[in-house]
């Protein structure tokens, strides 16, 4: 809904500097709907696409997608086809390098 306003990344961006940890209520639709007001959002435009769940089958589609693949946490990437989940800069680095390398 926040993609709809031009303001994803700032919307992103508020999500992770609001993030208390994984399943501590830091985003419930009443946070969520906070967040979205403190960035700016039209907030009538929000809760409408919010509370009517426009983007769902979007949503639905992609975690199908990620599924498919073999994605099951974040974060993950894909590399040449195939997923890793990194654990450090480090790893991740030397993953795109061993794939620019052909090593992949």
Do not use: C
């Not at 508020?14 to 709907?33: I, M, P, Y």
């Not at 907030?43 to 498919?68: L, P, S, W």
């Amino acid at each position: 809904a926040a993609a709809d306003q031009g303001k994803f990344w700032e919307f992103h961006e508020a999500l992770f500097s609001n993030q208390h940890g994984e399943n501590q209520g830091a985003f419930s639709d009443e946070r969520l709907k906070e967040i979205a007001k403190s960035i700016g959002l039209d907030m009538e435009a929000f809760n409408a696409a919010f509370d009517g769940r426009a983007h769902i089958a979007e949503i639905v589609a992609m975690y199908e997608e990620a599924t498919r693949i073999g994605i099951s946490s974040t974060p993950s990437y894909v590399i040449n086809g195939k997923v890793f989940q990194v654990g450090s800069y480090d790893d991740l680095k030397q993953r795109i390098e061993a794939a620019l390398a052909g090593q992949s």
